[in-house]
């Protein structure tokens, strides 16, 4: 089921009827509906897709797992760089990330607040 679930998210955006009903609920909900255990749902939810249980809708959700499934075999086989290259890639890959999403990205300096919007929790 997992396999048959993942090929329909790369592909959702052709068959818009099989999750329109569905658009509604949380992905979390969604999840329930796709005959999917509780832990494949629970890694579905944290692993791939990795989208806030309460607040993601359907259609973000699967948005995020076709955006994971994507970068697959982008960095080797696996989309997890820790394994492979070590710890020192993981601020080099949230750096990048965060040029590409027109952040700026500061050294040596530590968080002072972080700004929540409060009707869309981003």
Not at 89 to 98: D, G, K, V, Y
Not at 102 to 107: A, D, K, N, R
């Amino acid at each position: 089921m997992l396999m048959k679930f993942l090929t329909f998210c790369m592909e959702h955006e052709k068959h818009p009827g099989e999750y329109k009903a569905y658009e509604e609920i949380t992905f979390s909900e969604y999840l329930k509906t796709q005959k999917l255990t509780p832990n494949l749902q629970h890694f579905v939810l944290y692993s791939i897709a990795m989208t806030p249980k309460s607040t993601s809708s359907t259609l973000d959700g699967l948005k995020a797992i076709k955006n994971f499934l994507h970068c697959l075999g982008r960095y080797g086989n696996t989309p997890f760089l820790f394994p492979l290259y070590g710890q020192g890639e993981l601020p080099q890959c949230f750096c990048r990330m965060c040029a590409v999403f027109g952040g700026i990205y500061c050294l040596r300096h530590s968080v002072q607040c972080l700004v929540v919007d409060k009707e869309s929790r981003k």
